[in-house]
T-cell receptor, first 114, second 116 residues
Framework: AQSVAQPEDQVNVAEGNPLTVKCTYS??????LFWYVQYPNRGLQFLLK??????LVKGSYGFEAEFNKSQTSFHLKKPSALVSDSALYFC????????????FGKGTRLHILP | DSGVTQTPKHLITATGQRVTLRCSPR?????VYWYQQSLDQGLQFLIQ???????AKGNILERFSAQQFPDLHSELNLSSLELGDSALYFC???????????????FGPGTRLTVL
């Protein structure tokens, strides 16, 4: 069965420092991977996705994610964190060989400290 | 603004009641998804409709049902409500043509349901 794990409930980073939000997945075939962000009292917003091709995917607001097939990971990164990046981040996976369900991780709360 | 609209924004009701949540997808999107977000369960996929027909089912209770109308808007019906149904309910839409599983989902702002 497909699954996605975000091992950290919360990540604290000082403003200006690089940030990483971790995500690992499990699918039977090739994965389609997504990152979404949720600000307080808002719906989820799409950040980026990996379908195929270059392992480094660039997305909105300066975020990027690296697909690592051997480690089954898709960590979200940003070189220099902003206080406004503080939010809840969700990793999601879809197995291209299964039905259309997309599975979301439990979310990681990112706190950027001024 | 994602282009997906949901009404109402907030809903407060009592146990045993029935409510209907409404979603209008982005213009041109054929697929609508419903999710439930609660503190202890995270984001749970409930059901997907594609061009009026049910396409995928997740952890949707039998007390819950949904439909997608010819104009592509969707409604989620929740009946015999329990305290544990209190949550944020999100609708998302995508283009999702047949065979294209890579399409991004765009989320609405959600409906916050409180069952007292």
């Amino acid at each position: 069965a497909q699954s996605v794990a975000q091992p950290e409930d919360q990540v604290n980073v000082a403003e200006g420092n690089p940030l990483t939000v971790k995500c690992t997945y499990s699918v039977s075939g090739n994965p389609y991977l997504f990152w979404y962000v949720q600000y307080p009292n808002r719906g989820l917003q799409f950040l980026l996705k990996y379908i195929t091709g270059d392992n480094l995917v660039k997305g909105s607001y300066g975020f990027e994610a690296e697909f690592n097939k051997s480690q089954t990971s898709f960590h979200l990164k940003k070189p220099s964190a902003l206080v406004s990046d503080s939010a809840l981040y969700f990793c999601a996976v879809r197995d291209k060989n299964r039905d259309d369900k997309i599975i979301f991780g439990k979310g990681t709360r990112l706190h950027i400290l001024p | 603004d994602s282009g997906v609209t949901q009404t109402p924004k907030h809903l407060i009701t009592a146990t045993g009641q029935r409510v209907t949540l409404r979603c209008s997808p982005r213009s041109g999107d054929l697929s609508v998804y419903w999710y439930q977000q609660s503190l202890d369960q995270g984001l749970q996929f409930l059901i997907q409709y594609y061009n009026g027909e049910e396409r995928a089912k997740g952890n949707i209770l039998e007390r819950f049902s949904a439909q997608q109308f010819p104009d592509l808007h969707s409604e989620l019906n929740l009946s015999s409500l329990e305290l544990g149904d209190s949550a944020l309910y999100f609708c998302a839409s995508s283009v999702e043509r047949a065979g294209r599983r890579t399409d991004t989902q765009y989320f609405g702002p959600g409906t916050r349901l409180t069952v007292l």
